[in-house]
């Protein structure tokens, strides 16, 4: 039987709708919108869309966002300085810098620059340290989606074996937390790890976050599994494919032959992200207001 296909895009316009719902409630509670701030330094259009869509969709949900653009030649210490200016500003719950920064900027101080209350992406050492130890904090958007989508296709997944594949400090080390908290046996794997295939074979949640289209193959996935698709990449078209086409990192004919249920690229986990984006802003601006009584 074929894999049920996980809708991310009606998931994530559900979370976006009770995002709204407290986003508004925030505001009468407290007379002034939940604030979150874009910056994006440079041009590179693929940040471009992604910037445009944050901004519209937080406008959607009935908060305020303050765009900041800054040209590419942007030296590092008017960057700090915004973002510090961001920082101090009372209207700003969440601060987000578009990654990739243009060379020869590094996003390594601009990330430890941000106050880790308003890190709504979740990259601050202090907020990958909470996650580490447990503790409330700020989570990486695409987990939170990835991990959502999961919970919602499985439910509880105690005692289930995950195995992630990707080890980066935005999606394969939170997601691998994520899971081990909701007390899944995880396992995490990477470009150096040994029998891949048959890693991938044991998993009950299989999370693959590599960015090498169509690396996981049908004969990977444990038959019953739930694959978890992050993987963004766009085909060559001197490869003969159609212009610029979106696939994962998972062979997504094979698997759907295999899997119970299965995240589509595009419409999976990529738009989980912006939604939890909106979802880490709201819940920066309650604490905050907590913390300031
Ligand atoms: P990354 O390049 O930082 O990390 C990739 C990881 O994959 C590394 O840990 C590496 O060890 C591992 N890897 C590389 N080759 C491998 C192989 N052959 N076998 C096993 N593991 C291998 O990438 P990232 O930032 O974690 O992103 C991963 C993918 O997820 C990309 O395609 C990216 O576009 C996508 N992504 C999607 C979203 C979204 O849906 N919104 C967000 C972030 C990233």
């Not at 940040?47 to 800054?70: D, N, P």
């Not at 499985?154 to 994520?178: E, F, H, I, W, Y």
């Not at 694959?227 to 766009?234: E, H, M, P, T």
Request: net charge negative; aromatic share 2%; charged share 20%.
């Amino acid at each position: 039987m074929a894999a049920t296909i996980i809708d991310g895009k009606a998931e994530a316009a559900r979370v976006r709708a009770l995002v709204a719902t407290d986003a508004a409630a925030f505001e009468a509670a407290h007379g002034r919108k939940v604030g979150l701030a874009v910056v994006l330094v440079g041009s590179d259009p693929a940040s471009e869309v992604y910037v445009g869509s944050k901004v519209r969709l937080t406008r959607e949900a009935g908060m305020e966002s303050f765009e900041h653009r800054l040209p590419a030649d942007t030296a590092e210490a008017d960057l700090l300085a915004l973002v510090a200016q961001l920082n101090a500003d009372p209207a700003v719950d969440g601060i987000l810098v578009q990654l990739p920064l243009p060379a020869p900027l590094d996003a390594g101080p601009v990330i430890a620059a941000i106050d880790p209350e308003k890190d709504v992406d979740g990259l601050h050492p202090e907020n990958a340290g909470r996650l580490m130890a447990g503790l409330p904090g700020l989570v990486p958007c695409t987990p939170l989606g990835a991990m959502h989508l999961i919970s919602r296709t499985l439910g509880d997944v105690t005692g289930l074996n995950a195995v992630v594949l990707g080890r980066s400090n935005l999606v394969g080390k939170p997601v691998a937390q994520l899971l081990l908290g909701a007390n899944a046996t995880v396992t995490m794997a990477h470009s150096r790890t040994r029998e891949l295939p048959a890693l991938c074979r044991t998993a009950d949640i299989l999370v693959a976050a590599v960015g090498r289209p169509n690396l996981v193959r049908g004969d990977w996935i444990k038959p019953g599994a739930t694959v978890i698709d992050v993987g963004i990449n766009r085909l060559d078209p001197r490869e003969g494919e159609a212009k610029g086409r979106l696939v994962g990192d998972v062979c997504f004919d094979e698997a759907l032959a295999v899997a119970a249920a299965l995240t589509p690229v595009p419409g999976g986990v990529g738009p989980m992200t912006i939604a939890f984006l909106l979802r880490n802003t709201v819940t920066a601006a309650t604490r905050r207001q907590a913390a300031a009584k």
